[in-house]
C-alpha cells in the first residue's frame, strides 16, 4: 500500500511564494509517477502538475505554468510543488497523487493512490 501525506499549506497573499511536500511511504516511489491535483471550492478536482519517475518530463496546467515547479527528490521519498506569484484563484485543497509506472497522465482516474489534501488559501 502506499501512503501520501502533504503539507506546507496555509494562507497566503496574492503574489506570495508556497511550497507544499508530499512524502510517500509504503512501495518504490523512484518508480512511480507523481502528480499534484487541486480542488477549488464548489469545483471538481483539476490537474495541475505532473512528472515521470525521473523528474526529467514534468506537466503542468495553462493555469499554472510559469508560476509553479513540480520536482521530486528520491532519496528522500518526497514530492514538491513550488508556487509563485500566488492567485486567489488557486485557493484549494492540494492533493499528491502517485501511479505505479511510467506513464504520465493528466486525469484523476489514473492516478489510484492519493493524500488527503492540504488546504491552500490566497486573499486578495
Known amino acids: 500500500q502506499v501512503q501520501l501525506v502533504e503539507s506546507g499549506g496555509g494562507l497566503v497573499q496574492a503574489g506570495d511564494s508556497l511550497t507544499l511536500s508530499c512524502a510517500v511511504s509504503?512501495?518504490?516511489?523512484?518508480?512511480?509517477?507523481m502528480g499534484w491535483f487541486r480542488q477549488g471550492p464548489g469545483k471538481e478536482r483539476e490537474f495541475v502538475a505532473a512528472?515521470?519517475?525521473?523528474?526529467?518530463?514534468?506537466y503542468y496546467a495553462d493555469s499554472v505554468k510559469g508560476r509553479f515547479t513540480i520536482s521530486r527528490d528520491n532519496a528522500k521519498n518526497t514530492l514538491y510543488l513550488q508556487m509563485n506569484s500566488l492567485k486567489p484563484e488557486d485557493t484549494a485543497v492540494y492533493y499528491c497523487?502517485?501511479?505505479?509506472?511510467?506513464?504520465?497522465?493528466?486525469?484523476?482516474?489514473?492516478?489510484?493512490?492519493w493524500g488527503l489534501g492540504t488546504q491552500v488559501t490566497v486573499s486578495s
Open positions: 497523487a502517485s501511479r505505479p509506472n511510467g506513464v504520465v497522465f493528466t486525469t484523476t482516474n489514473q492516478y489510484p493512490y
Open positions: 509504503g512501495r518504490i516511489f523512484n518508480s512511480y509517477t
Open positions: 512528472l515521470n519517475w525521473s523528474g526529467v518530463d514534468t
